[in-house]
C-alpha cells in the first residue's frame, strides 16, 4: 500500500507532499489500526475536515472487506493445488520488493545526515536482534530528539 499511496496521494493527485505523507506514516505507525487506513483518515481530515476523514476511511476499507471475503472463500477451495501454492509466495516475493522498495526511499528522504542515519541503524538493532519493544525506541529516539533540540537552541 506505501508506494500505491505515495504514487497516487503525491505523485498523480498531489493532496499531499511527500513530508506531509511522512508525517501522516510516523503517527499512523504509532497509532492503533492499519497505516493505509491511518493515512487515509488524515488525508481526508486534511481535505474535507471530519467528513472527509470518516468517508476516506471507509472508501479506503470497503472495497478490502468485499475482496477479502470474496478471496478466503476461493483460496480455502484451491490453496491444497501446486500452482496456486506457488502463485502466493511469488505474490510474497513481489510485496516484499514493494515495502523494501518503499523503506529505501523513506530512508533517503528522512536520513538527511549521518547522525539521523545512525539513529535509525540503532533503531533497527535495537529492535530487530535485541527485540526491544519499539515503543521504547520511539520514547527513547523522542527524547533524543528533543534534548538536541533544547542543546541546539
Not at 35 to 45: E, H, P, Y
Not at 46 to 58: M, N, P, S, V
Request: hydrophobic share 55%; aromatic share 14%.
Amino acid at each position: 500500500m506505501l508506494p500505491m499511496m505515495q504514487d497516487e496521494l503525491v505523485h498523480s493527485k498531489g493532496w499531499i507532499t511527500d513530508d506531509e505523507l511522512l508525517d501522516y506514516y510516523a503517527v499512523g505507525q504509532s497509532t492503533p489500526g492499519i497505516i493505509a487506513v491511518n493515512v487515509a483518515t488524515f488525508v481526508g481530515f486534511k481535505r474535507r475536515g471530519i467528513a472527509g476523514g470518516i468517508f476516506a476511511t471507509l472508501g479506503i476499507i470497503t472495497p478490502s472487506i468485499f475482496i477479502i471475503t470474496l478471496l478466503a472463500a476461493l483460496i480455502s477451495s484451491i490453496d491444497q493445488y501446486p500452482l496456486v501454492q506457488k502463485a502466493l509466495k511469488g505474490i510474497n516475493v513481489a510485496v516484499a520488493a514493494l515495502i523494501t522498495d518503499a523503506n529505501f526511499n523513506f530512508v533517503k528522504k528522512t536520513c538527511k545526515g549521518a547522525a539521523s542515519f545512525l539513529i535509525m541503524a540503532a533503531s533497527f538493532v535495537l529492535i530487530y536482534f535485541f527485540e526491544v519493544p519499539s515503543y521504547f525506541v520511539i520514547l527513547g529516539t523522542a527524547i533524543l530528539a528533543l534534548g538536541v533540540y533544547f542543546w541546539r537552541k
